[in-house]
């Protein structure tokens, strides 16, 4: 299954918004083997392409190997928050102004992550991925400094301040 998957379809070959498969854990012995997988993309369309891209390997498999029997149980963890965040872009607006605010060029790019901000989105509480300051996430270097720390509090101690000076009003999912 692995092998059968596309190379260049794996985390370390992609960025952006490319999708990706993950393998995120493996186990098995000689009569049973357990691969488990993180499928990402920022599209619906593309996410639904490759879980059928997952379910037509299974079946060539299984049709190649008569008796071989694989079960495939996927299950949709969260999407792309962008279709949630889009109907509330002040949001947005003020993490940016608080970021030129305290010096910060903001730089909107994909994020190959969020799970709770994704989640809580898709509950009605739009959550934007912000500014950390950090490097290399998700990876065995992920770090950040003490001076990106101390810019992230500005930031924050910022952003709340804009949005008490608006009033505290955002206007919330419905």
Avoid: W
Avoid at 122 to 135: E, H
Wanted: glycine letters at 10%; proline letters at 5%; hydrophobic letters at 35%.
């Amino acid at each position: 299954i692995d092998r059968m998957l596309p190379t260049l379809e794996r985390p370390g070959f992609t960025e952006g918004y490319a999708g990706f498969f993950h393998l995120s854990s493996l186990k098995g012995d000689v009569e049973h083997t357990e691969l488990k997988y993180l499928i990402r993309d920022h599209s619906r369309e593309g996410f639904d392409r490759e879980k059928k891209l997952l379910e037509s390997i299974v079946a060539f498999i299984e049709s190649k190997y008569p008796g071989v029997s694989i079960s495939l149980d996927t299950k949709d963890s969260y999407f792309n928050m962008r279709d949630k965040i889009e109907p509330y872009m002040e949001i947005i607006d003020l993490a940016n102004n608080a970021m030129k605010d305290v010096g910060i060029e903001p730089n909107v790019t994909p994020i190959r992550g969020g799970t709770d901000g994704a989640r809580l989105s898709y509950r009605g509480l739009p959550c934007p991925n912000l500014f950390t300051g950090g490097l290399y996430p998700h990876g065995k270097y992920e770090c950040i400094s003490v001076q990106a720390l101390r810019k992230t509090s500005d930031f924050l101690l910022k952003l709340i301040e804009n949005v008490t000076k608006n009033g505290g009003k955002i206007k919330m999912a419905k």
